[in-house]
């Protein structure tokens, strides 16, 4: 499974908050990855330039995978208490960056602001 379909699910996450419908095709994607059944602890930093913007980290393993990007990416952007919820003009430019911590170690993928400065 490539970095991008992990980044593309944590960007989706937060895109069905702001436009207030549910878009996660769930079922397809646990049939096209299995892997995204497996139990793993994640982690989102949203950036906007290179400040940081809003995080969310898990601390045990109780979700799959897919559940915890999906949960990060939601908490990350609107539940940090250090910052304001997430609003769309802030979206667009944010750099997500995903921690995955696998049993064969940690691995980081960032993506690109939508628009860029």
């Known amino acids: 499974m ?3 379909v992990l980044l593309t699910i944590a960007r ?3 895109e069905e908050v702001l436009q207030g419908q549910n878009s996660i095709e ?5 049939e096209q990855y299995p892997i995204l059944r497996e139990p793993m602890a994640t982690q989102i930093t949203l950036y906007l330039g290179t400040k940081i ?7 045990t393993v109780e979700r799959s ?3 915890d990007i999906i949960y990060n990416a939601k908490a990350a952007a609107f539940q940090d208490e250090d910052f304001d919820p997430l609003v769309t003009s802030e979206y667009l430019h ?9 049993p064969d170690g940690e691995l980081s993928h960032q993506s690109e602001p939508i628009v860029k400065d």
């Open 12 to 14: 989706t996450s937060i």
């Open 26 to 30: 769930r079922r397809e994607l646990l």
């Open 53 to 59: 913007r809003g995080m969310s980290k898990t601390q």
């Open 94 to 102: 944010a750099t997500i960056q995903l921690t995955v911590f696998s």
């Open 65 to 67: 995978l897919l559940e």
């Open 2 to 4: 490539s970095q991008s």
